[in-house]
Nanobody
Framework: QVQLVESGGGLVQAGSSLRLSCAAS????????MAWHRQAVGKGREYVAA???????NVDDSVKGRFTVSGDIAKNTMYLQIDSLKPEDSAVYYC?????????WGQGTQVIVSS
């Protein structure tokens, strides 16, 4: 059973930056899609960004320009660079990978942005 671990969250001031990390164990070189989602208090989970085989990346339009996704999908590692943080970015950020026929998600890392 693959497990995902996110790290890098914390309490930061608006305008600062954070780099979130995600790693799967055991890794599976056959994985071709990994993604970041987030969920703020009282709101539903929303898509943030993804990477796929061939180092293709996608970032949701709502955060494009401030969020950068990167990683090595063959090693099942993924990063989310968040710049110019805003209070509305406060959420639990989840890392996931698509394994055969289902998504597997980590426990999340919390980001709190103070104004």
């Amino acid at each position: 059973q693959v497990q995902l671990v996110e790290s890098g969250g914390g309490l930061v001031q608006a305008g600062s930056s954070l780099r979130l990390s995600c790693a799967a164990s055991p890794s599976n070189p056959g994985i071709n899609t990994m993604a970041w989602h987030r969920q703020a208090v009282g709101k539903g989970r929303e898509y943030v960004a993804a990477i796929t085989t061939g180092a293709l990346t996608n970032v949701d339009d709502s955060v494009k320009g401030r969020f950068t996704v990167s990683g090595d999908i063959a090693k099942n590692t993924m990063y989310l660079q968040i710049d110019s943080l805003k209070p509305e970015d406060s959420a639990v950020y989840y890392c996931g990978l698509f394994d055969r026929d289902r998504w597997v998600w980590g426990q999340g890392t919390q980001v709190i942005v103070s104004s």
